[in-house]
Each structure stands twice: as structure tokens, then as C-alpha cells.
């Protein structure tokens, strides 16, 4: 462009281009600078709304102080005006300190700051007696400096951007210093009856990966302090509010700090805008702060046009056992108990918004409970519900069949099941036999006696009451004899010449599971001079095996043996079986 060989019409072309190219780069940086004037507008406005919206909670809190007709409310909202009260002492220093750092940058820019009202720079001042914590209003349109930037970076910054020695640095210590103080002592007050005392030991965060990450030190603070569970979202969301990443990389740049980056270079006007989004963060941190200390003494946070009747109870009963119905509204006030009735009567035990109703049950397959509830507005003026409950009613019963079948070998696992019908639990008590609970069901042992007996008795769950429903007699004897087998032949039946195993079991039917084991025995063969050969265990050996094998068909094989059970008797038992 404009090279030593153009035209000089050409000349002039290049020329126009160049101041062209430079008017439109003028017009791009006042479009950016009256885009920072848009954008101050606009925070100044949000915290105004914040400024109001934290004073309605305040003036809520301050206005159930001073009702003293409900007179442990007004006492507790007047302790709690006190937290507020040092709370917005802590954001007021904050927001002068903002407001002086503005107030000089805007100084040392050369602009004027001392004339003040419509028209000029600062259209309404900082109000310390009326209005402390609403920031000076200003009109940065009326800035004529607005692409000054050597001097918001001298006051706030310094000359190193990584370890920034200007008044920013004071800023940083007092703004995470707010924060800590905030969430602390929104965190701390007495705990309930027999609790400890709540609080929030405020870590010193400003280094996370990301949100994630930054939640997550939070959590592990909370966990580390005694925070009312109740408390511990509003407390997160306050500090993460407030909390901002130390360092960062910029512009390739690593550990560059925070100030540094915000104000490094930055034009008045995007300075300011930076500092009044400082003071907006404050004063919605201090806004959710008063909302959360408001919903400790209740009412006037939430507006209600539904409102919903609740009974809750057991959904099972037996006859005669005694009934507790729980009755609530579903919206209610914690400083003002409903009032409930029940079969036209008043309840006197109500207590966290719910009346306590005991009865017994009665009648057939189910009862029905019915009654109202009745909440007053904050007028005064009472808003009843009807309200409804059924029960379903149970027979208490427990049922053991077979009574001539009755029962119990000595010295063996007897299996016992047992079901209390109409309750949750089934319980066994024993007299003359120990009960020893196996799976769903019990083994019972029985002692020397005769006879035993077994009660089965009901408890339930839910009135924690137990109740006998029946015993039940047993005769006690001892386990009847097994039958001797060898091989898969019974007594009298036909054997196979090749069979060597003795066996001593009980036959079908007989439906115990009981397990005896042959000690010895002695077998003899019909015809046989032979002495009868004897051995251990239930095994034959080799000359009782050859006298078997040369036995002449027909011929009448005899054993006798000892055989003991599980209850620990020897028995002498004997049988014939056929060649």
C-alpha cells in the first residue's frame, strides 16, 4: 500500500484505506467500552434488587420481633435481628471499601467525582446513615476516560500481574475474608435438646479443578464441622458464591492471580464494572444469608393457595391392640400448632404440626378413623380440613394340627414351624423341651419327661407388645427302631450273592431323617457248619463273602448287629434274607 511505485492516484486510495482501517478501529473500541457501560448499568441494577431483596427478609425478621403476641417467637426473632445486624455490619465495610476503590480509579483518571446528582458521574452517593450497604449509584456514560487503563492497573494491580502489591490485594483479603465470616456465622448457633451446639469451621478454598471439584471441599468441611442438616445447601451455595480461583493461566502466562488477570490492563469503565460485580456477589450472598437465619423462627417465606390433610398410621391392627394415627397438614407453622379432633372430640397431644391419636381397634375386617384439622392464617382466621384414616383389622390366631401326632423323639433335631397369624413376629417358649431357632422355623430337643409343651405367642412390630395365642402338648418318646438292610433288601426279602454292605435306616414310612450306623455284626448261613463269621462296622470280610458265595440256593442268610442312633442308644437289631 502507498509503495514507491504507485500511482499517485493509487497513493491516495492506500490512504483512504489506512484512515479507514483506523476509524474502524476506533468505532470497534468505543463499541467495547459502551458495551462495559451497558453492562455497569445493568449490575447496579442487580444490586439494588439484591440490596431489597435481603431488607424484605430483614424487615420480615424484624417484624415477628415485635409481635408480641406470640411472645418465644418474637424473643427468638429479636436474637436472630442480632446475627442480621452484624451481618450487614460485615457487608457494609465491604461495600465502602468497593465503592473508595472505584471512587479513586475514577480520581486518578482524571474524572470528576465531587459533583454529584443527575447528569454526572455519580448521580446518587453512598448513603452511610440510611442505606449502608447500596452502593453508590454512578453513570459511567458520562465517564469522558473510559480507555484509561494504566491507572485502575497502578491502584489495583502494581506491575507484576502473577503477584499483584496494589490495593487489590486488600481487596482479595477482605472479600474471601467475608466469605469466610459470612458462612460461619450463619452456620452457628445452639443445637436442640440434648444436641451440640451447630457450626461451620470456614475452610480457606480458592484453588479446584471446577465446580465439581469445589462443591466437593465444601462438602468436606461441612463433614468436618457440626452443620444443621438443614442449613448445609444455603451454606455451600453461599460460599461457592463467594470463592474464586486464585490462579490461572493467561495468555499462556501460568499462576497469573486473580487480580492480576481482572485488572491487567483493564479500561476504566471495565474496572469499575469488575469491582460493582464484587459488590453484587455480596450482596446476594448476604440476601440468601438473611433468608436462611428468616426460615428459623418460619412463617412468611413461603405462600401457600393448597393446602393438603394428612393421617398416617399402622396399615395392620389386631383386635384389642392399642392404635397410634399420626394427623398433619401439609403445610403448617412451627411456631403455631394446628388443632385436631377425632370422632368430634379435641386431641391434646399435638406437637410438630401433628396430632397424636391413641385408640383401640375394634370392629370387623376394618375401622375407619375420621376427624378434622384446623390451621389458622396469618390473619388469624382458621382453615379446616376433614381428614380420614382406615385400618384394616386381624384375628389374632396360631394354629398347630394334628394333636394324636404330637410328638417329640428324645435325642433328636426335631423340626418345629409355628406361624402367629395377624402379626409380624412369631415367637416359641418351651416347658420340658429347649427351642432353637433354625432358618425360618425352630428345632426343639426334648428332656427326659414324658410329655413337653410348646406355646406360640405373637409380637408386633409395630405396638412392640407380645402376646400368647395358644400351648400346646406334646408326648415325648423315644426313636423307634430302624429296619436292617443289606444292599437295597430289607428283612425277608431276596439278596444277591454279591452283596457286602449292611445298612440300618428307617423304611418310607417312617418320615424322619434320622442317621444310625451298624457297630458289627454276626451272619449265618442255614445248613452251614461253619462258625458264624463276625466282623466290625457294617462291611462283611472275606470268609463271611465265600460263605455267602457257596450257600446253596434257598438257603436263609441270618445277621444280627449293633446299630446306634442319633440320640446315641445301641441297639441289637436282626434280620433273615433269602439266597
Known sequence: ???????????????????????????????????????????????????????????????????????????????????????????????????????????????DVETKGSGHIVVKAYDKKNKPLLPTRMDLDKVEGKDKFDEPMHIMVGDDIAR????????????NGYRNELSEI??????????????????????????????????????????NQDDKEAIKKIYSSLTKEEFSTVHDVPNVHWIGKTFDHSPSVAAIASLSSMQKEILAARADAVSLIRLRVGGGEYSFNKIMALAYGPELANAGDEIEVQVLMAAYDSDKQPEVTYSGSKIEEVRDGKGFIKTRAAGGSEMTLSGTITIRNKSGIPKSMPWEK????????????????????????????????????????????????????????????REATIT???????????????????RVSRLPDPELYFG?????????????????KYPPEIPLNAVFTVLGW??????????????????????????LKQAKPGSVVGFMTDVRGPDGITRKKGGSFKL
Do not use: H
Not at 499483584?164 to 472479600?175: A, I, Q
Open 1 to 111: 500500500m502507498a509503495g514507491g511505485k504507485e500511482t499517485p492516484r493509487q497513493k491516495m486510495i492506500g490512504m483512504m484505506y489506512l484512515v479507514l482501517t483506523a476509524l474502524l478501529a476506533l468505532n470497534v473500541s468505543k463499541s467495547i467500552l459502551d458495551a462495559f457501560v451497558a453492562i455497569e448499568e445493568n449490575i447496579q441494577k442487580a444490586n439494588e434488587s439484591e440490596f431489597y431483596r435481603g431488607n424484605e427478609k430483614r424487615a420480615e425478621l424484624r417484624e415477628t420481633a415485635l409481635d408480641k403476641t406470640e411472645a418465644e417467637r418474637a424473643a427468638k426473632a429479636e436474637r436472630l435481628s442480632k446475627i442480621v445486624d452484624k451481618i450487614d455490619e460485615m457487608t457494609a465495610k465491604r461495600i465502602v471499601e468497593i465503592d473508595n476503590l472505584k471512587l479513586e480509579i475514577l480520581k486518578a483518571c482524571g474524572e
Open 164 to 175: 499483584p502489591k496494589g490495593k487489590g490485594m486488600d481487596l482479595w483479603k477482605s472479600y
Open 186 to 227: 450463619i452456620a452457628a448457633y445452639p443445637g436442640g435438646e440434648g444436641q451440640k451446639a451447630f457450626f461451620f469451621k470456614a475452610p480457606s478454598i480458592n484453588k479446584f479443578k471446577d465446580q465439581k471439584d469445589l462443591f466437593s471441599q465444601i462438602d468436606k468441611a461441612i463433614k468436618a464441622s457440626n452443620v
Open 390 to 449: 382406615t385400618i384394616k383389622i386381624m384375628k389374632p390366631s396360631g394354629t398347630v394340627s394334628l394333636p394324636e401326632l404330637n410328638v417329640l423323639y428324645r435325642g433328636y433335631a426335631n423340626k418345629v414351624e409355628a406361624v402367629a397369624s395377624g402379626y409380624d413376629q412369631t415367637i416359641l417358649s418351651g416347658n420340658g423341651v429347649s427351642l432353637t431357632k433354625s432358618g425360618n422355623g425352630w428345632i426343639a430337643n426334648p428332656g427326659s419327661g
Open 456 to 474: 406360640v405367642s405373637g409380637r408386633s412390630s409395630v405396638t412392640n407388645k407380645t402376646v400368647s395365642l395358644g400351648a400346646f402338648n406334646f
Open 488 to 504: 437295597a433288601a430289607k428283612n425277608g426279602e431276596q439278596i444277591s450273592r454279591s452283596e457286602t454292605r449292611l445298612f440300618a
Open 522 to 547: 454276626e451272619m449265618s448261613v442255614s445248613g452251614s457248619p461253619i462258625a458264624p463269621p463276625k466282623g466290625p462296622g457294617g462291611q462283611i470280610n472275606g470268609a463271611a463273602v465265600n460263605l
